[in-house]
């Protein structure tokens, strides 16, 4: 009963924050493309997030062992399926942009390399690859995959990495965040810890900055 008490109160956050992400693109539309330039962005995804992480714990009970805040079982095995996984990732992408063009649907991607502004853009960086992917890796591939893995181990990938694609409010790039999502699943999947998927998701964020302001820019 517990347990059903955690995942309707984790399913409720979630589904707030999908529904805040589309109502906020249908009525603000995308953000302003200089966005990692403002230190405000910074500051309000540290505030916000810190409000998701310190629910999340308590929807945990502050349980490690919920979270899967731990050393993945095998450091060489981690390695192999987050190599795997990154492969597999960017080839979806390449594909799928290809298809369907989605662009700089999330617009989060300046229009060219500001050096006034070089101090912001760092750390907005830091933050969007590191305190982001912590809090985000603690709430859906932490536990969000431990309370839906009863389910099954795939219904609980697929879940957790749908739910966390439309979490980001986008319509074309949903295949390709959920599909990132369902990548960072079954890692802590085979790993059985969220920490290779932490490692990935600041790498793949780290990846998508710099290419912003050197080969898009």
């Not at 979630?14 to 230190?39: C, F, H, N």
């Not at 992408?93 to 700089?104: F, H, I, M, R, T």
């Not at 709430?139 to 969000?144: E, K, M, S």
């Not at 990132?180 to 699943?185: Q, V």
Request: charged residues 15%; negative net charge; aromatic residues 10%.
């Amino acid at each position: 009963m517990e347990e059903t008490a955690r995942l309707a109160g984790w399913l409720a956050l979630v589904g707030l924050m999908i529904a805040v992400s589309y109502l906020g693109r249908a009525t603000e539309g995308k953000p302003d493309p200089d966005v990692l330039y403002q230190w405000s962005t910074a500051v309000g995804g540290i505030v916000q997030d810190g409000i998701v992480l310190l629910l999340v714990l308590a929807l945990a009970g502050f349980s490690r062992d919920l979270l899967a805040l731990r050393r993945p079982r095998s450091i060489v095995d981690a390695l192999r399926v987050v190599g795997i996984a990154f492969v597999a990732i960017y080839a979806f992408e390449l594909v799928y942009s290809a298809v369907a063009d989605p662009g700089n649907e999330q617009g989060l991607t300046p229009d060219g390399w500001q050096p006034t502004h070089a101090a912001a853009y760092v750390v907005n960086a830091i933050v969007i690859c590191t305190w982001i992917p912590f809090v985000e890796e603690l709430t859906y591939r932490g536990l969000g995959y431990s309370l839906l893995v009863r389910f099954g181990r795939w219904p609980a990938i697929l879940a957790v990495g749908i739910l966390f694609g439309l979490a980001h409010g986008l319509v074309l790039s949903l295949p390709v965040i959920a599909a990132f999502g369902c990548a960072l699943a079954w890692i802590r999947a085979r790993t059985d810890s969220v920490i290779p998927g932490m490692v990935l998701h600041g790498l793949f964020n780290l990846v998508a900055l710099v290419a912003a302001v050197t080969i898009d820019g």
